[in-house]
């Protein structure tokens, strides 16, 4: 069965840096692509971006560039989120899910995520 | 970036109740659109896509309808593990962008 695995809840303090992991198995890891979403203590599901997992290329939604890169590791079929210079506003539990990727319309990018992983808290706190 | 506007924010209801949520985006995304539901410390859990297209395993009683810019999620007949916060989402174009979300909560 599908199944993504992310790393445990991280304490930091502002300024450090977070490395958040995301295993996927029961399903060729290639074959979709794997998206961050970010929800902040109490509030909504904000997109962060995608990995194409085929190549390696990401793309960032407005906000999450600079600070936020992500990276795989295919042999482990391993997606990895990282924040650097974290801000007490990063507080929040980050979410990995897989989308079959699909072009249309001018459009290529994922579609809906059909797969979650289990979340992970970090917290930003002195 | 493409708004989603859910509405009613929360509201309250009894099991058994025939309950309709609506989302609205602020231009026209053709049906490509999901639904998902959350429940508290959980991820999210995706429900309908195309905007009416039922993922394997979710129940029947959870109906999805819409295209454009209107789109409807219905719970024909509320089970207690139905409470719970629903989010819809657009995937016509970039960034993929969240509603504010909908409690279902027990009256």
């Known amino acids: 069965q599908v199944q993504l695995v992310q790393s445990g809840s991280e304490l930091k303090k502002p300024g450090a840096s977070v490395k958040v992991s995301c295993k996927a198995s029961?399903?060729?890891?290639?074959?979709?692509?794997m998206n961050w979403v970010r929800q902040a203590p109490g509030q909504g599901l904000e997109w962060m971006g995608w990995?194409?997992?085929?190549?390696?290329?990401?793309t960032y939604a407005q906000g999450f560039t600079g600070r936020f890169v992500f990276s795989l590791d295919t042999s482990v079929s391993t997606a990895y989120l990282q924040i650097s210079s974290l801000k007490a506003e990063d507080t929040a539990v980050y979410y990995c899910?897989?989308?079959?990727?699909?072009?249309?319309?001018?459009?290529?990018?994922?579609?809906?995520?059909?797969?979650w992983g289990q979340g992970t808290l970090v917290t930003v706190s002195s | 970036a493409i708004r989603m506007t859910q509405s009613p924010s929360s509201f309250s209801a009894s099991t058994g109740d025939r309950v309709t949520i609506t989302c609205r985006a602020s231009q026209g995304i053709s049906s490509y659109l999901a639904w998902y539901q959350q429940k508290p410390g959980k991820a999210p859990k995706l429900l309908i896509y195309a905007a009416s297209t039922l993922q394997s395993g979710v129940p029947s009683r959870f109906s999805g309808s819409g295209s454009g810019t209107d789109f409807t999620l219905t719970i024909s007949c509320l089970q207690s593990e139905d409470f719970a916060t629903y989010y819809c989402q657009q995937y016509y174009s970039y960034p993929r962008t969240f509603g504010g979300g909908t409690k279902v909560e027990i009256k």
């Open positions: 029961g399903y060729t890891f290639t074959s979709y692509a």
């Open positions: 990995i194409n997992t085929n190549t390696g290329n990401p």
């Open positions: 899910a897989r989308a079959l990727v699909v072009g249309r319309h001018g459009d290529y990018g994922p579609v809906y995520f059909d797969y």
